[in-house]
């Protein structure tokens, strides 16, 4: 999200959050005139303080990131309801919500009966102790040899089974493209299975591929039309893709057919409270933008919005290497309605990321200004920074190159006091959920100047290599060192310096 705080101009900075909330950043020239220059950082510092004031206001009023659920709850229970995070701090968009590792759908080998005759029993035993002594990978290889030489369906399940397992333990330990290989296998091998189609499509949304998933659940819903976790996972993903109609279509059959599903009824309802609201609103289509807006007073803007996606859906997504699927949602409303739709009012937040959609404060909002250009490349930043993390990267990451990508340069000293112990990447991820207005600003400046840190040393190539990394499970201060060299204690190093400690 972004504030109405803001300097009255740049001054040559293209700024931080810092600058927008009135934190001054030293390192210039020095100014003629002390008395002159005493009366400007008396000025300044109320100006800072009022700035201050209202961005800890605006963030006091979201907290927390999205929860996961079990795979059982994901099939038996209506979702939480999702908590916002800290209104400056990762504005990027929320998961599907996919099951955790342990609750990954799972159809285990069925043991083989000691006194079965089949020439193929001694085998089949042979691999169940394998499976049951861990030995998963030699036990599928073992399965399978059995399924190639066996006309029993029961042999071909076991090696689905089997590979299955491997899909899973991969999903667990964060290997989604080869949870996607062995869910494959289990597939091709039983394909009258809804479970492993299932687990298939969850596959390819942990690593990523939407797009894929969307391929794999229109294929199994063609075979099991009537299968409801099909059903509301098509409605999920097509909500994501900005196919609010097919979705909206696929909930109501769902709950025609099953009444008591309160996912299903759960997420129709916010469709279409959603579509009650943007009903008559005029829209912006773009090749990657959908664009809507109450009314012919936002069609400049609305035009202007779009132009801005579309230069950031270039450079951004060539900076990151990471383009969406589908076409990204935005939704232009005047101020009241806003107020309503993102719960805090309006006066204070020009702009969010839902996970849904972009959403922007129309009353807050200047065709072709900078600093709208600004604010959608930061909500649309959060978006490639979610899709190349697969949702992982830590706040002070998303926020600090959020900002970078604006673009906005990072100050040189943050002239805030904070605490020693909290300049660290954890410390000042701290710093931006605290309800200390200071502290607060400053852990936002902080954020930029550790990711500015990063882009000075490997610049966009090395930070697309740092967000697949940790995309792809690896902690963050591993990431760092295979990336750039060092570890977290350098970039901290950096946070002293810009406090005046190093």
Same mark, same amino acid.
């Given at each position: 999200?972004?504030?109405?705080?803001?300097? +009255?101009?740049?001054?040559?900075?293209?700024?931080?959050?810092?600058?927008?909330?009135?934190?001054?950043?030293?390192?210039?020239?020095?100014?003629?005139?002390?008395?002159? %220059?005493?009366?400007?950082?008396?000025?300044?510092?109320?100006?800072?303080?009022?700035?201050?004031?209202?961005?800890?206001?605006?963030?006091?009023?979201?907290?927390?990131?999205?929860?996961?659920?079990?795979?059982?709850?994901?099939?038996?229970?209506?979702?939480?309801?999702?908590?916002?995070?800290?209104?400056?701090?990762?504005?990027? +968009?929320?998961?599907? @919500?996919?099951?955790?590792?342990?609750?990954?759908?799972?159809?285990?080998?069925?043991?083989? %009966?000691?006194?079965?005759?089949?020439?193929?029993?001694?085998? /089949?035993?042979?691999?169940?102790?394998?499976?049951?002594?861990?030995?998963?990978?030699?036990?599928?290889?073992?399965?399978?040899?059995? /399924?190639?030489?066996?006309?029993?369906?029961?042999?071909?399940?076991?090696?689905?089974?089997?590979?299955?397992?491997?899909?899973?333990?991969?999903?667990?330990?964060?290997?989604?493209?080869?949870?996607?290989?062995?869910?494959?296998?289990?597939?091709?091998?039983? +394909?009258?299975?809804?479970?492993?189609?299932?687990?298939?499509?969850?596959?390819?949304?942990?690593?990523?591929?939407?797009?894929? /998933?969307?391929?794999?659940?229109?294929?199994?819903?063609?075979?099991?039309?009537? @299968?409801?976790?099909?059903?509301?996972?098509?409605?999920?993903?097509?909500?994501?893709?900005?196919?609010?109609?097919?979705?909206?279509?696929?909930?109501?059959?769902?709950?025609?057919?099953?009444?008591?599903?309160?996912?299903?009824?759960?997420?129709?309802?916010?469709?279409?409270?959603?579509?009650?609201?943007?009903?008559?609103?005029?829209?912006?289509?773009?090749?990657?933008?959908?664009?809507?807006?109450?009314?012919?007073?936002?069609?400049?803007?609305?035009?202007?919005?779009?132009?801005?996606?579309?230069?950031?859906?270039?450079?951004?997504?060539?900076?990151?290497?990471?383009?969406?699927?589908?076409?990204?949602?935005?939704?232009?409303?005047?101020?009241?309605?806003?107020?309503?739709?993102?719960?805090?009012? +309006?006066?204070?937040?020009?702009?969010?990321? @839902?996970?849904?959609?972009?959403?922007?404060?129309?009353? %807050?909002?200047?065709?072709?200004?900078?600093?709208?250009?600004?604010?959608?490349?930061?909500?649309?930043?959060?978006?490639?920074?979610?899709?190349? %993390?697969?949702?992982?990267?830590?706040?002070?990451?998303?926020?600090?190159?959020?900002?970078?990508?604006?673009?906005?340069?990072?100050?040189?000293?943050?002239?805030?006091?904070?605490?020693?112990?909290?300049?660290?990447?954890?410390?000042?991820?701290?710093?931006?959920?605290?309800?200390?207005? /200071?502290?607060?600003?400053?852990?936002?400046?902080?954020?930029?100047?550790?990711?500015?840190?990063?882009?000075?040393?490997?610049?966009?190539?090395?930070?697309?290599?740092?967000?697949?990394?940790?995309?792809?499970?690896?902690?963050?201060?591993?990431?760092?060192?295979?990336?750039?060299?060092?570890?977290?204690?350098?970039?901290?190093?950096?946070?002293?310096?810009?406090?005046?400690?190093?």
């Amino acid at each position: 999200m972004a504030a109405t705080a803001a300097p +009255p101009g740049d001054h040559g900075n293209r700024g931080t959050l810092a600058a927008r909330s009135g934190l001054p950043a030293t390192g210039g020239p020095p100014r003629r005139g002390e008395a002159a %220059s005493r009366a400007r950082e008396t000025s300044g510092r109320r100006l800072a303080r009022l700035n201050l004031l209202l961005v800890a206001a605006m963030v006091l009023l979201v907290a927390g990131p999205p929860l996961g659920r079990s795979y059982h709850a994901w099939r038996a229970r209506a979702p939480a309801p999702a908590t916002g995070s800290p209104a400056l701090a990762r504005g990027g +968009p929320a998961s599907l @919500d996919l099951p955790p590792p342990s609750e990954m759908p799972l159809v285990p080998p069925t043991p083989v %009966s000691k006194e079965s005759s089949r020439p193929e029993a001694v085998a /089949a035993r042979e691999a169940q102790a394998l499976y049951q002594a861990g030995r998963i990978a030699e036990a599928c290889d073992r399965y399978v040899d059995v /399924a190639r030489r066996s006309s029993e369906a029961a042999d071909r399940k076991n090696a689905a089974g089997c590979w299955a397992r491997l899909g899973k333990d991969a999903y667990q330990a964060g290997h989604a493209a080869e949870a996607v290989l062995q869910y494959q296998r289990a597939v091709a091998v039983v +394909p009258e299975d809804p479970v492993l189609w299932t687990a298939l499509a969850i596959a390819h949304l942990k690593a990523g591929d939407i797009g894929l /998933a969307r391929a794999v659940l229109d294929k199994a819903r063609r075979a099991f039309p009537n @299968d409801a976790e099909l059903t509301y996972l098509s409605a999920e993903v097509a909500e994501r893709q900005g196919r609010t109609r097919d979705a909206v279509e696929a909930l109501r059959r769902l709950l025609a057919a099953q009444p008591s599903h309160a996912r299903a009824r759960t997420l129709l309802a916010s469709l279409e409270q959603e579509g009650r609201l943007e009903a008559g609103y005029w829209a912006q289509e773009s090749a990657h933008f959908l664009v809507r807006y109450e009314g012919a007073q936002g069609i400049d803007l609305g035009r202007s919005v779009v132009d801005t996606l579309e230069d950031a859906y270039a450079s951004i997504g060539r900076d990151l290497g990471t383009y969406p699927d589908g076409k990204v949602q935005v939704g232009i409303y005047a101020a009241p309605v806003f107020g309503d739709v993102i719960g805090a009012p +309006p006066h204070l937040i020009v702009g969010a990321y @839902d996970g849904k959609k972009l959403r922007l404060n129309l009353a %807050s909002s200047h065709a072709y200004s900078r600093d709208l250009g600004r604010l959608v490349r930061h909500e649309y930043t959060h978006l490639l920074i979610h899709l190349l %993390s697969k949702g992982r990267a830590p706040v002070w990451l998303h926020e600090g190159l959020a900002q970078a990508m604006e673009p906005r340069s990072a100050p040189h000293l943050i002239e805030v006091s904070v605490p020693r112990a909290a300049l660290t990447l954890a410390g000042i991820e701290r710093l931006s959920r605290t309800a200390d207005p /200071a502290a607060l600003v400053a852990g936002y400046g902080l954020t930029h100047i550790a990711v500015e840190f990063l882009l000075d040393r490997g610049g966009m190539g090395a930070m697309r290599d740092l967000l697949g990394r940790i995309g792809a499970g690896m902690p963050v201060p591993q990431a760092l060192r295979e990336v750039y060299g060092f570890g977290p204690e350098e970039v901290e190093a950096r946070l002293l310096a810009a406090t005046g400690r190093g």
